[in-house]
């Protein structure tokens, strides 16, 4: 716990102290998507009061027609994000093309992916979700944005993070080169404060998160790998974890140490690379992960080298303690 309050916005202008040529802008835009989190905290804490959970079109009490809160949860993103001016434009996991900024409204220079409300299979059973979110710097001339600016690799981020709603509200996130800092919603003061500090996560966790219904569709080394970690040993067997919710697991291995595997499975020759997206799921978690001291691949490569091809990609994701993840690389060589 820090030993002063202090709220993301004044943590966010401190970062910005070490770049005494900044802007203000990517501040600005950092404080934009704390301001949208905030929204949809509100929302999904109010969503087993309000009948705002079913399907797209159902009309609430008030007669409103009510959006179902995944749907909620990006519109508000995007309607921030577009009136901030500093943002040109956007991808989200809803959407199959990007989105740019309405003519009538200021552009800006960064690009922001986000996957509004991740685990939303979760929603209605009160186990937490989360927004997680990719910032870049627009890489091509068009002042107005387009889909190649989306395909950078992950290293190229300036900053990368995520918000879990669950039994507080959270968001974390790092600029890269400045540590992992984690704020906690105070919801009296409607205010984001300061609890996580400079977050590491410990070099080897006792943890493994992955849906083991599937294995009957894993590949070999990744059988393998998993029987080692229940296989009595030094330090082992692993305890399992496996929420079903991408930012609730990442977030529990992050701060007690630990591995999230969605790797590659034989399910779907459509779909061989797994289930979760480069752009707004893997690379910003893989961000937040290394900055943390922790690794993320997809068994043979860095995730945050990949060179995304479309915007929509998917690609198989391991990350977590160093040396777990360490071992995980090894069994894909087939050295172990
Ligand atoms: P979503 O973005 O449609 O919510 O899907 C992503 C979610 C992740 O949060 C989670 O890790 C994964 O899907 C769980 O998938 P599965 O049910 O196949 O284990
Ligand atoms: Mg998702």
Known sequence: MADRIVTIESHIYEQQRRFPESTGEFS???????????????????????????????????????????????????????RSGKVCAIATEEDADIIQVPRDLPNGHYIVSFDPLDGSSNID???????????????????????????????????????????????????????????????????????????????????????????????????????YVKSEGDGRPYTSRYIGSLVSDFHRNLLYGGIFLYPEDTRDPKRPHGKLRLLYEAAPLALVVEAAGGKATTGTERILDLEPDELHQRVPLILGSRLDVEDYEAFCRGER
Request: with cysteine; net charge negative; charged share 20%.
């Open 125 to 227: 059973v009160n186990v937490s979700i989360g927004t997680i979110f990719s910032i870049h710097y627009k890489s091509g001339s068009d002042e107005n944005g387009t889909e190649s600016d989306f395909l950078q690799p992950g290293v190229k981020q300036i900053c990368a993070g995520y918000v879990v709603y669950g039994s507080s509200t959270i968001m974390v996130y790092t600029d890269g080169s400045g540590g992992v800092h984690g704020f906690t919603l105070d919801p009296s003061l409607g205010e984001f404060l300061l609890s996580h500090p400079d977050i590491k996560i410990p070099e080897r966790g006792r943890i493994y998160s992955i849906n083991e219904g599937y294995e009957c569709w894993w590949k070999e080394h990744t059988r393998r790998y998993i029987e």
């Open 28 to 82: 600005g835009l950092l404080c934009d998507i704390a301001l949208a989190t905030k929204v949809i905290s509100l929302e999904v804490n109010r969503a087993g009061l309000v009948d705002i959970l079913g399907g797209t079109g159902t009309i609430n009490i008030q007669g409103e027609r009510v959006r179902r809160l995944d749907v909620f949860a990006r519109d508000i993103m995007i309607d921030i994000l577009q």
